[in-house]
């Protein structure tokens, strides 16, 4: 947003005792051109893993996961309680200040978000709980209009069903590559890419990223979509095996 980037909640690791995922509220603005970092007001709620984007002027965090309301729990394991969250809280960079919106009809986390022609749209993620191996995977896409601050009716699934997923925005259209899965019987990663056009609401398949890999960022330079790091491995297989790939899709203008 206007040339800074922004970051918002997320997990540390607990002070002591075994591994977790604590969820925070802290937000932070970055500025390339001083090499700065400044703390800002802090979100309202503590979550993790929730999409942002900037519409306008206004900048909105959308779901996550976070400890049940009322727990007394301060972080997140696989044999603690929690909850997806709907949560839609918009942030002000001028006033530096947050307001609540209306909650995101199906909570999730680990979702991928992209905003076209001024309105946001949700794809896929995590329903259920925070980690892959206790959560359910979805397709589903939804529209948020920050203008009226209503969601629109469930928009044309994804194609492939996944979490912790990539995407990147170009010409209209939303890029969402890799991702992970589970169910009782199977995990995995996904080399898979495809495109989102809200106009037609349709989806695409384009050519698959060389590697597979979860947990990957992406982003668009000049006409290529950029999709760098990640893990070929889906979570819990204790095979700790990452990559520095860096894939380059190169974009045409309509791309179908």
């Known amino acids: 947003y206007h040339g800074k980037i922004y970051g918002f909640g997320g997990f540390v690791l607990p002070q002591s005792g075994p591994p977790s995922w604590v969820p925070v509220n802290n937000a932070w603005e970055y500025d390339p051109e001083t090499d700065a970092w ?3 007001a802090p979100l309202p709620a503590k979550r993790g893993s929730a999409v942002a984007a900037a519409v306008g002027d206004k900048i909105y965090v959308i779901g996550g996961v976070a400890n049940l309301p009322g727990s007394n729990e301060t972080a997140l394991s696989q044999t603690i309680p929690q909850a997806s969250v709907g949560t839609v809280e918009e942030y002000d960079p001028k006033t530096n200040t947050w307001r609540a919106r209306s909650p995101m009809p199906t909570p999730r986390n680990h979702a991928t978000v992209g905003t076209v022609n001024g309105k946001i749209y949700v794809i896929g993620g995590r329903v259920g709980a925070a980690f892959i191996g206790l959560a359910s995977d ?7 209009d920050p203008a009226t601050d209503k969601w629109s009716a469930p928009r044309a699934r994804m194609p492939t069903t996944r979490s912790a997923m990539a995407a990147g925005v170009y010409s209209g259209h939303i890029y969402v590559a ?3 899965f589970q169910d009782p019987h199977m ?4 080399r898979s890419v495809e495109a989102y056009d809200p106009a037609s609401n349709m ?3 384009l050519p698959s990223m060389p590697v597979s890999r979860h947990g990957l960022a992406a982003g668009v330079i000049g006409h290529r979509l950029l999709l760098v790091g990640g893990d070929v491995q889906s979570s819990g297989t204790e095979i700790h095996a990452s990559t520095s790939e860096v894939d380059a ?3 045409e203008s309509g791309d179908k």
């Open 178 to 180: 890799g991702g992970e």
């Open 38 to 40: 400044k703390a800002l």
């Open 187 to 190: 995990m995995a990663t996904f």
């Open 203 to 205: 989806w695409s398949i």
């Open 249 to 251: 899709l190169e974009l």
């Open 138 to 144: 979805i397709s589903v896409v939804e529209e948020y």
